[in-house]
């Protein structure tokens, strides 16, 4: 089955820095890759999210880029805010006609300090 | 309802009881997938559903675990035999399936189980 390794576990930044999470995968036949913030005793709730028909995918202040060949993607945060502090989940998809199982990477706890 | 609804919020429980969690789907939602998360630890995939085809049953840590979804909508997870290792947040979430849809996931609260 699939396989989502994710780094950090833990990530610092002051605010206004940028923050890099990575996430790998092993099934090639992966075609969905979501990124998923969940605040402190709140529920995960989608960000952002990338097809594997493309490369890189913008919105605001966060960016995902997805390399196939290598089997990573990354989310790329610029101008952190305190607000942006949270655990990231990545996760990989594949839409088969049977299971439609969504694998998630460990998370990375994200801290904008001020 | 507007999103998806889980209960009991909170359930303590003692050693060896067993417990019903409950899951109530957005409307109109095919696909629903439960998920456990431990204290400071990420999504661990227990059970998919899909429409009428067969559960993916692969994430259930042992046969104490099992869950159904009656009628397409609402699930339940029932954990038999409770064990202070299973005390955990268990997230449930569904999606909509079918071409053209995304593939976000809507989770609930989450029903947080303590077992003493």
């Known amino acids: 089955g699939e396989n989502v390794e994710q780094h950090p576990s833990t990530l610092s930044v002051q605010e206004g820095d940028s923050a890099v999470i990575k996430c790998t995968y092993s099934?090639?036949?992966?075609?969905?890759f979501p990124w998923y913030k969940q605040e402190l005793g709140k529920r995960p709730q989608l960000i952002i999210d990338?097809?594997?028909?493309?490369g890189e995918k913008k919105d605001q202040r966060i960016a995902v880029t997805l390399n196939k060949t290598a089997k990573h993607f990354s989310l790329h945060i610029t101008e952190t805010q305190p607000e942006d502090s949270a655990v990231y989940f990545c996760?990989?998809?594949?839409?088969?006609?049977?299971?439609?199982?969504?694998?998630f990477g460990t998370g990375t706890q994200l801290k904008v300090e001020l | 309802g507007a999103g998806v609804s889980q209960s009991p919020s909170n359930k303590v429980t003692e050693k060896g009881k067993d417990v019903e969690l409950r899951c109530d789907p957005i409307?109109?939602?095919?696909?629903l997938y439960w998920y456990r998360q431990s204290l400071g630890q990420g999504l661990e995939f227990l059970i998919y559903?899909?429409?009428?085809?067969?559960?993916?049953k692969s994430g259930l840590p042992s046969d104490r675990f099992s869950a159904e979804r009656t009628g397409g909508s609402v699930s339940t997870l029932t954990i038999q035999r409770t064990q202070q290792e299973d005390s955990a947040v268990y997230l449930c979430?569904?999606?909509?399936?079918?071409?053209?849809?995304?593939?976000?996931?809507?989770f609930g609260e989450g029903s947080r189980l303590t077992v003493l």
């Open positions: 979430a569904s999606r909509r399936a079918g071409s053209g849809y995304t593939g976000e996931l809507f």
């Open positions: 099934d090639s036949a992966s075609n969905y």
């Open positions: 990338i097809r594997s028909n493309v």
């Open positions: 996760a990989a998809f594949t839409f088969t006609g049977g299971g439609n199982k969504l694998t």
């Open positions: 409307s109109g939602h095919t696909a």
């Open positions: 559903f899909q429409g009428n085809s067969a559960p993916d």
